[in-house]
């Protein structure tokens, strides 16, 4: 779990040119939206292809993102118990 | 109408610089882009995913407002010949080459008003919005239809023109034998803040811009019917900075303006669509520097297209 967690970080920061940002920097209960990294819509979208891409998971519910995608440990958690 | 913030990104040393025209260098194969540091003028969370023609271009829009103190204006006007190059390849390049879902970002920001757009999400404007790509009159396009909006209610309009350029496009241009141009390839922004009203932040007064395409089987007698309608003549002309890069012997260009000054734009901008407004912004600052009280801006890039825009000093 805390290997995917780190791996997560780091396709994060490549996807989504987060360029001034180390692994280090964010913490696995940070909010990636909003206050905590400030990520916005564009990344949700960017987020959902991740997932797919790289994890085989189709998103079928929009609703359910704002919940995956609050922290790392949200992500992690999300992807342990859906990847195929 | 008056020009009362110019701001651009070059090959020189133009950026928030008010003597650069007075350091302009002739441009070769080695020069390069000068730019700012964008962290000081754009987000770090909005930069991060800008390419270069949109850095350049809400810089220097952004630059506009902060020089004229004009917040919100009433339209956000932009040229564009060949629009958002490199996020274009690189989402086409996706395309070709990644299985499964194809991101986002860089389809997003392909089109060409995600310029003009982002300008308008910076500066939080919901007032008109356009962006014209007319290949080599897009800056003049751009011009003239915020010449309109100031004929009618506006009294105020961010407008300017940005192009870059990519190493693809070097290779493009190099498969179909344009290798005149191939290493003269360059990129800019120009942006200006256009007014009905004269402030203290006034450098000179924007005539008229007006374009003709394809016919330019008479060229003088467009250029001599586009000063009689604003009440003027080639005599009353200072100097012409003409943007042909070739397109125009120098035969013709003497034949056309006998003896009047004309400086080759290109030569301090190298090559793209929309150096017109490159232009605008030299003439501008050299009729603010007193070099001149009338000067004319005269496009013919593409040798079938012809642009022409007359500037005059405050004073005339």
């Known amino acids: ?84 | 109408m008056y020009i009362n913030a110019c701001s651009t990104i070059s090959h020189q040393n133009s950026f928030q610089n008010e003597n650069w025209i007075n350091e302009l260098t002739l441009l070769d194969e080695n020069n390069e882009l000068i730019t700012p540091n964008y962290k000081e003028f754009i987000a770090p969370t909005a930069l991060r995913r800008m390419s270069k023609i949109i850095r350049m271009g809400l810089t220097c829009a952004k630059d506009c407002v902060k020089q004229s103190g004009i917040e919100n204006p009433d339209a956000i006007i932009v040229g564009t010949a060949l629009g958002c190059l490199a996020d274009t390849e690189k989402f086409l390049n996706n395309a070709l080459t990644l299985k499964g879902l194809i991101p986002p970002t860089a389809f997003i920001q392909s089109t060409h008003n995600t310029i003009a757009g982002q300008i308008s999400l910076e500066l939080k404007n919901h007032n008109y919005n356009v962006t014209h790509t007319q290949n080599s009159l897009s800056f003049e396009h751009a011009l003239i239809d915020a010449i309109l909006c100031l004929n009618e209610d506006d009294s105020n309009i961010l407008v300017g023109a940005v192009d870059e350029e990519i190493p693809l496009l070097g290779e493009l241009t190099g498969q179909f034998g344009l290798d005149s141009i191939k290493n003269k390839l360059t990129s800019s922004a120009s942006f200006f803040m256009l007014s009905n009203n004269k402030t203290e932040t006034s450098k000179a007064k924007l005539v008229d811009s007006y374009t003709v395409g394809l016919n330019t089987s008479d060229s003088k007698k467009i250029i001599n019917e586009f000063l009689e309608r604003n009440n003027t003549s080639l005599a009353d002309v200072d100097l012409v900075l003409s943007n042909s890069y070739g397109t125009v012997s120098d035969s013709e260009i003497k034949n056309l303006f006998d003896s009047i000054e004309v400086i080759p734009v290109e030569q301090h901008t190298g090559y793209h669509l929309t150096t017109a407004a490159f232009g605008m912004h030299l003439a501008t600052e050299m009729i603010n520097q007193k070099s001149g009280n009338q000067i004319l801006i005269y496009n013919t890039l593409n040798n079938s297209n012809i642009g022409l825009t007359l500037l005059q000093s405050l004073e005339a």
Not at chain 1, 40 to 49: F, T
Not at chain 1, 58 to 83: C, H, M, V, W
């Open chain 1, 1 to 84: 779990m805390e290997d995917l967690k780190e791996k997560l970080k780091e396709q994060i920061i490549d996807r989504l040119n987060l360029e001034d940002v180390n692994v280090t920097d964010f913490s696995d209960d940070m909010p990636l939206f909003g206050g905590g990294l400030g990520l916005d819509s564009i990344d949700a979208l960017e987020l959902i292809v991740l997932l797919e891409n790289d994890y085989g998971i189709e998103l079928a519910n929009p609703e359910e993102g704002k919940e995956i995608f609050d922290t790392i440990n949200s992500l992690a958690d999300y992807i342990q118990k859906n990847r195929k």
